[in-house]
């Protein structure tokens, strides 16, 4: 039988949903402004507003438009990876785990239609050291609607060094000048 690397260790717990974790139902806030998954300020983004579940799990509306199209008239799969990337990467607001994709395995089993609603859910399935392992799936047209697509994923917890290392001094810069920019996951500060 194949062993996916995203298969929960042996090692892995299921975690406390997090004392400070956003409230269920109320809707998080964009990690970065200029998001391409969340980010209100990102006018090529997919503007996800995600929604805190009861426990470890999250769910966002997804609306295809002609601007996502792969074939004509059909979502392009890399953007709803993208879309299932960005629920699943926030399951770190609720354990507060500041987290970046390891990876992410995507099945594509109904094409998307221009025009649709994906209702996107995603899960914490373990958590093993620093790796959080989830999992989600999106609906056509409601949350018990058809799966078009599903999706797994590994996360590594990172510091702030990680962003402060690799991200461009540009926008670095402009988050220095406006901390507004960024919604805190966990501990860190910005303060480099
Ligand atoms: C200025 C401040 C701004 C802050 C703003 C907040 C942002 C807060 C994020 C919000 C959510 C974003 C939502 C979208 C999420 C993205 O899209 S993130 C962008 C895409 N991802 C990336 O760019 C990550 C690129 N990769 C890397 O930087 C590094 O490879 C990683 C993932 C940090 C790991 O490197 P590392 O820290 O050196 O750790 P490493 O020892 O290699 O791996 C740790 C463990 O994971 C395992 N592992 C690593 N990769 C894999 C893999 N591909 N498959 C299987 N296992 C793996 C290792 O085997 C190891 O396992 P153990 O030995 O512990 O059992």
């Not at 139902?25 to 507003?49: D, I, N």
Request: hydrophobic fraction near 35%; charged fraction near 20%; glycine fraction near 12%.
């Amino acid at each position: 039988m194949t062993a996916f690397r995203t298969d929960l260790p042996p090692e892995a717990t299921y975690p406390e949903r997090h004392p400070d974790a956003p409230e269920p139902g109320a809707e998080l806030p964009p990690h970065y402004v200029s998001c391409f998954g969340c980010g209100p300020g990102q006018p090529h983004g997919l503007h996800l507003r995600i929604v805190a579940g009861e426990g470890l799990d999250l769910s966002a509306t997804f609306e295809v438009t002609a601007d996502h199209q792969g074939a004509p008239g059909l979502a392009h799969g890399g953007l709803l990876a993208s879309a299932m990337d960005e629920i699943l990467g926030q399951l770190g607001h609720i354990t507060r785990m500041s987290c970046v994709t390891a990876r992410l395995e995507t099945d594509f089993r109904r094409p998307v239609p221009v025009g649709s609603t994906l209702c996107l859910a995603a899960r914490v399935d373990g958590v093993a050291g620093r790796k959080l392992y989830a999992s989600g799936e999106g609906h056509l047209g409601a949350p018990d609607g058809p799966v078009a697509v599903r999706a797994r994923a590994l996360f590594v917890q990172v510091g702030l060094e990680h962003f402060t290392t690799h991200g461009r001094p540009d926008e670095l810069d402009a988050i220095r000048r406006d901390p507004s920019m960024i919604t805190h996951i966990g501990d860190y500060t910005l303060n480099p």
